[in-house]
């Protein structure tokens, strides 16, 4: 999923303040699952950014809604009846979703209220960590199913720099090598013949070096 | 806010700290009327919402009363309210809420008479601090 998390209250005021009614959008997908802009973050906003406004003397009136995805055309449209009605828009979705809305409602401010930060999985109750930098040329065949490129922080790939040591990076000893984790699981797996064989250099065009990027589905595509 | 009296939100787990304030009353141990209590099912059971829509309707202090360490009813749901309570701290701090307005405390269902040193101690302590900066603007925009 992608994950985010929440701005601090006091950069989101000061987005706000300008404003009187405001319309605070969340989405139903990703930022949901790791608590940062679902429904029920989108309430705990709401509430927090009233009573800071009422607490520092001035108001704002703010209406909620969830979508079920805010990346999607079709889900951003639900908005329309309720768009006219605010001075502004504070999206709690990824930077797609806030791009969405803002592509979708050109004369209203719409402002992030989440950071992004990167594509991950959950590792325990709470505890979310990056999986996948979407570099568009999948490894993971190759490497037991652990990537180099998201979970070593050199992004090397042909094996481990001189700072691995015990199975920890040099950057922390909370942070696994990724090159001892793929050791370990091609040994387990008795592919150790996939750790000699040479990377070439990675091409970076598909991993965004190329600019933006984008796909067709020329059988799905209008 | 001459005469205060705070008003206080204790959600009290049905397995202890409700019952305790059952016993408290059996006991015939008074606490301070304004402790509005709320029960729960759970102490785990209180999300961050509730707590956060407490303060936003002017209550001047919340506490979540749920059992002692290694007694809850189900399982470990005292321990989730715990990190919770101190999340949301955390997010009062940020809205400029002071964070002793809330607390966690724990009790069995037996102990009538920690339930009413709690709430005497709680609105004592936030009588001592005033109203809570929402009610104030509360008030003030009401006055207004």
Redo the contacts between chains.
């Keep these: 999923m992608i994950t985010a998390e929440r701005k601090p209250l006091e950069e989101l005021i000061d987005y706000i303040r300008p404003f009187r009614r405001l319309l605070l959008v969340g989405c139903n997908e990703c930022v949901t699952v790791c608590a940062a802009g679902g429904r029920k973050e989108v309430g705990l906003l709401a509430s927090g950014l009233q009573m800071a406004l009422l607490k520092a003397g001035a108001s704002i009136e703010v209406r909620e809604h969830t979508l079920e995805r805010q990346c999607d055309p079709e889900y951003v449209e639900e908005l329309v009846p309720m768009i006219d009605g605010v001075d502004a828009v504070m999206s709690m979705a990824c930077g797609c979703g806030v791009q969405e809305v803002a592509r979708r409602f050109k004369d209203k401010p719409v402002f992030p209220a989440l950071n992004t930060k990167f594509m991950g999985a959950s590792e325990r109750q709470g505890v979310w960590a990056e999986r996948c930098q979407g570099c568009g040329d999948c490894l993971l065949g190759k490497t037991g199913g652990i990537c180099p490129i998201a979970r070593c922080a050199k992004q090397l790939m042909n094996g481990p720099c001189g700072g691995s040591t015990g199975g920890h990076c040099e950057i922390g000893d909370d942070v696994d090598c990724a090159w001892a984790l793929i050791w370990e699981r091609l040994k387990a797996l008795g592919l150790q013949e996939n750790y000699v064989e040479i990377t070439p250099a990675k091409d970076w065009r598909s991993g965004g070096g190329g600019g933006p990027r984008k796909i067709i589905r020329e059988d799905l595509a209008e | 806010m001459d005469n205060f009296e705070p008003v206080i939100v204790a959600f009290c787990c049905h397995y202890c700290a409700y019952t305790a304030a059952d016993m408290a009353g059996s006991q015939r141990l008074s606490y301070p009327p304004n402790v509005k209590v709320v029960r729960v099912p759970c102490s785990g059971k209180v999300?961050?919402?509730h707590i956060?829509?407490a303060?936003?309707k002017g209550a001047d202090g919340v506490y979540v009363a749920g059992c002692l360490e290694g007694d809850c009813h189900f399982k470990n749901g005292n321990s989730k309210a715990a990190r919770m309570v101190a999340y949301v701290s955390k997010?009062m701090e940020?809205?400029?809420?002071e964070p002793e307005r809330l607390a966690m405390v724990t009790m069995s269902a037996g102990m009538g008479y920690r339930f009413a040193q709690v709430a005497t101690e709680m609105t004592e302590k936030i009588r001592r601090m005033g109203p809570s900066?929402?009610h104030a603007?509360?008030a003030t925009?009401k006055a207004a």
Excluded: R, T
């Design positions: 999300d961050a919402m956060v829509k303060f936003e997010y940020e809205i400029g809420i900066p929402i603007a509360i925009g």
